[in-house]
């Protein structure tokens, strides 16, 4: 943990908080009573998140900014600290989805995407660690993906963002190493997920984005991001589609090439006609609050069975010790 005394409240920092995963991420840290500060650039839905928040039992700070903009992110992280104390969790969250095959994304949209998903976590992380490190105390979280492993088809920028974050953390970690620091960093993949963002995202697709089933609420990832918080662990994968793409990728890559380029397309656009006057929240946000879930409550799993093996990895380690010692003992019997 990364308070010796969690009676305390601990304060809490979510980039992208004003829906979607981020907003499942500040309801569980309320949940704690936790100080949470929500991070994003629309501020009505920050405002409604906030009461959400308040209700739950947690004390919400609002604060508006771009995560692309290093100056914006170095000012909330000083009005964080001091309108709710020194930052124990910073979570970076925040990104920017384009669903497009790649020649269709115009430079400037590339580059925003990467600005949003890439250096937003950059300049969260640079936030974080610069007050983290002074105090040798704190827990920096990546929102990753199970797509930081393995690249698809119509989600460059995403892919390309999140593969740059594994290279990221790497070499942070390994610095705090060489340090000697007790500040922690976590990635916690996920797999795919029923969020606002497959109907605030730039598309460019004849039909309607969808997330690759198998889909997950956000509570479930959200239950992992708060559990990592409290434990010093690199990683995190949650889901077993995540597990699955992960060691797909490392072992048989070719393969996933082939088969991606069959059923990628597909996969990732629903039966409904694109519309294409629908707005997107690339590079100005969204107005409106566009909530916790995205359209697909009625496809999306509320737990994984796979997250508990996780989490409890060397408890179920040891039962299954025990179980393989009754069973060889049992077998001594016999004979």
């Not at 979510?14 to 907003?23: C, E, F, K, P």
């Not at 690249?151 to 593969?163: D, F, R, T, W």
Request: proline share 6%.
């Amino acid at each position: 943990m990364t308070r010796s005394d969690r009676s305390q409240p601990q304060v809490v920092v979510v980039t992208g908080a004003s829906a979607g995963l981020g907003r499942a991420i500040a309801h569980a840290f309320a949940d704690r009573g936790d100080r949470v500060a929500l991070l994003a650039r629309n501020r009505a839905a920050l405002e409604a998140a906030a009461e959400e928040v308040r209700s739950r039992g947690g004390t919400p700070l609002v604060v508006e900014v771009d995560v692309a903009d290093d100056a914006q992110v170095e000012a909330a992280a000083d009005q964080v600290e001091r309108e709710l104390g020194p930052i124990d969790v910073w979570v970076n969250n925040a990104m920017a989805a384009v669903f497009a095959p790649f020649l269709q994304v115009t430079a400037e949209e590339y580059r925003r995407g990467v600005e949003v998903t890439f250096l937003g976590s950059v300049n969260g992380a640079r936030a974080a660690l610069c007050r983290m490190t002074q105090r040798d105390a704190g827990h920096l979280i990546q929102v990753g993906s199970s797509l930081a492993f393995r690249g698809i088809p119509l989600q460059s920028v995403y892919c390309a963002s999140k593969h740059a974050l594994n290279g990221l953390y790497d070499s942070l970690r390994a610095e705090l190493l060489h340090d000697g620091s007790r500040v922690q960093i976590t990635s916690v993949h996920m797999p795919a997920m029923n969020t606002p963002q497959f109907r605030l995202g730039l598309a460019k697709m004849p039909r309607k984005p969808q997330p690759v089933p198998p889909i997950y609420q956000p509570e479930v990832a959200a239950e992992a991001v708060v559990w990592a918080s409290e434990h010093r662990r690199r990683e995190v994968w949650v889901g077993a589609s995540t597990v699955a793409t992960i060691l797909g990728s490392r072992l048989a890559g070719g393969l996933l090439d082939h088969y991606l380029g069959r059923t990628g397309y597909s996969s990732q656009q629903t039966d409904e006609p694109a519309d294409a006057d629908a707005p997107d929240y690339l590079f100005s946000p969204v107005p409106g609050d566009h909530g916790t879930h995205g359209p697909f409550d009625d496809r999306a799993h509320t737990r994984s069975v796979q997250l508990p093996l996780s989490l409890h990895r060397c408890a179920v380690a040891a039962g299954l010790g025990l179980l393989g010692a009754a069973a060889t003992a049992a077998l001594a019997r016999r004979r």
